[in-house]
């Protein structure tokens, strides 16, 4: 699990990057042939994290309802992201990332709802859920690769 965590947190620190080198404005844009923006897709893996180790695991988790609703999957945009909700994501980003291992590290994933994912993942325990979770924030930071070039 060390590898798998670390590689979630070099993840993450690209991500966060984004904050850095993109205006807000930059951030909200959806280009043409898009149907998403820069800040959707990072709110969209903080939300996903939470619905594969903790909803799987039925635990309540870290975000609000609020968040949950608007960046799952299914979801776009339909407003521009104002910067407190985008320094709330920025801030998600990395706190999630220490409580979650430190409650894995006290054992709170006890039990885990086995499903297969909607790109057929077949995750029957927390350790696939972690895996899963690195495999879908790579994916999504190869489409931050793809828009970051239109905005």
Not at 9 to 21: G, P, T, V
Not at 61 to 85: C, H, M, R, W
Not at 95 to 113: C, E, G, M, P, V
Request: hydrophobic share 35%.
């Amino acid at each position: 699990m060390e590898a798998l965590f670390k590689t979630w947190k070099k993840s993450r620190e690209i991500y966060l990057s984004y904050f850095e080198k993109y205006s807000l404005d930059q951030l909200n844009k959806i280009p043409n042939g898009f149907n998403n923006n820069l800040i959707w897709n990072i709110g969209h893996i903080i939300v996903t994290q939470q619905k594969l180790i903790y909803k799987g695991a039925n635990l309540q988790g870290y975000i609000s309802d609020e968040l949950f609703n608007k960046y799952q999957s299914g979801t776009k945009p339909t407003a521009p992201v104002s910067q407190k909700e985008a320094d709330e994501l920025k801030d998600l980003l990395t706190s999630l990332i220490d409580l979650t291992i430190a409650d894995f590290q006290q054992n709170i994933f006890t039990t885990y709802k086995e499903r297969t994912t909607g790109t057929g993942f077949h995750l029957s325990s927390i350790d696939d859920a972690f895996e899963c979770n690195n495999y879908h924030e790579g994916m999504h930071l190869g489409y931050l690769l793809s828009i970051r070039k239109f905005v």
